[in-house]
């Protein structure tokens, strides 16, 4: 299954001012295109062509980083554009992820922190999560395009931390771009989408 670039579910602007549409046109239109690109070239080489995503990722983590890398990204990012929409964030979640955050990591206010707190020690490139795994939430973070996936746990939401993601618009203030991400930019209900998926 060839890798495709998936159009953005909002308009370039529509994150404004949280996230500029300068950011989301290079973000989307050339890191990410470069991510399919390169990852489509690399999976033909190595005969995984046919694969999903997913299975790529599994396939060619320790064995093939090139391919990794921009396979793993692809899957990241495919996720990320819907992790976030227009007046989104906040703390009225779905009732079901609510009350999975409070009985496995300590309420709303302590996930904020400690999710800011993830994607802000990241040292260099990465991500922070918040997965499912071994059907407990947990918190973490990633180097470059590393993902829950290669370690059993499935990813129900991610922030993207690479300077790509936030420079334009934070400079170096990373963790000004996390809050804002939480406050103002989640999708909830994709996040929900994603957990109750994972939690069949």
Do not use: C
Request: glycine share 8%.
């Amino acid at each position: 299954m060839a890798f495709e670039l998936p159009e953005l579910p909002y308009a370039y602007d529509a994150l404004n001012p949280y996230m500029s549409a300068e950011t989301l046109e290079f973000h989307h239109d050339k890191h990410h295109k470069a991510y399919v690109d390169n990852g489509n070239k690399l999976a033909a080489e190595a005969g995984m062509a046919d694969l999903s995503v997913e299975e790529v990722v599994k396939k060619s983590f320790g064995t093939n980083q090139g391919l990794f890398n921009n396979a793993a990204q692809h899957y990241n990012h495919i996720h990320f554009w819907k992790w976030m929409k227009k007046d989104g964030g906040g703390n009225k979640l779905p009732g079901k992820l609510q009350a999975a955050i409070d009985s496995d990591l300590g309420g709303y206010d302590k996930f904020k922190a400690d999710f800011i707190a993830a994607g802000t020690t990241q040292f260099g490139s990465g991500w922070a999560w918040l997965s499912l795994k071994n059907g407990k939430l947990e918190i973490s973070k990633t180097p470059n395009g590393e993902n829950p996936l290669v370690h059993g746990a499935s990813p129900i939401l991610g922030v993207d931390v690479w300077e790509h993601s936030y420079y334009i618009d934070y400079r170096n203030a990373r963790p000004k771009y996390l809050e804002a991400f939480v406050d103002n930019m989640i999708n909830w209900d994709y996040v929900l989408e994603m957990y109750e998926a994972a939690s069949k």
